[in-house]
């Protein structure tokens, strides 16, 4: 069956790719700041849900779709994508004392069928101290933009400091990919 990647997202085009898996790509352009929940968990999930609903009505094949999405939580607080240069250095400089953890939504939906699933993977990412020079860098480098918590572990720039992580790194890098593989099995047809 066709697999769906319904993101625009580097990291989860990463996964896949590095995965092994052929997909295509379709992007929603659902405005996720209209989305909000005080729920750190249950707000990653809205928007993933959200980007399958608006997804659903454009597909015309058989397809297992992938929506997801992330927030980061920092010291009590979340982190999405950075709205400027400013608070992207703050996040990036908040490393250096606090672990990031991520909260990446998945929701799976087989389009013949109409079954979804969907899941929550949480980790979390310890840095190495992160130099005012790096996080320069980083922004200049403009990728960091546009992830959330202003961070890539892929990153090649970003790679070297990551001192630790606690749970799943595709997930952190944004398509947790064992979780992904099982909600698939969940809404798979036999032989699809």
């Known amino acids: 069956m066709n697999i769906i990647l319904g993101s625009k997202s580097s990291g989860r085009k990463y996964v896949l790719q590095q995965a092994g898996y052929v997909f295509d790509i379709m992007i929603s352009d659902i405005d996720e700041k209209a989305i909000r929940s005080d729920n750190y968990e249950e707000l990653p999930l809205l928007i993933a849900r959200a980007k399958a609903k608006a997804l659903l009505k454009k597909i015309t094949k058989p ?7 992330g927030i980061v939580i920092c010291n009590g607080q979340m982190r999405e994508k950075p709205e400027n240069e400013e608070q992207a250095r703050r996040y990036l400089e908040s490393y250096n004392t606090y672990p990031a953890i991520t909260h990446m939504a998945i929701v799976v939906t087989n389009t013949v069928t109409g079954k979804s699933a969907e899941g929550l993977d949480i980790s979390q990412v310890y840095f190495k101290h992160l130099s005012d020079s790096l996080i320069e860098q980083l922004i200049k480098d403009g990728k960091v933009m546009q992830a959330a918590g202003a961070f890539m572990t892929e990153h090649p720039l970003m790679s070297p400091y990551i001192d630790r992580i606690i749970g799943d ?22 032989g699809s």
């Open 169 to 190: 790194r595709t997930g952190v890098i944004g398509l947790p990919l064992k979780l992904m593989e099982e909600l698939i099995k969940r809404v798979s047809l036999p």
């Open 63 to 69: 397809s297992i779709l992938i929506t997801g999405d």
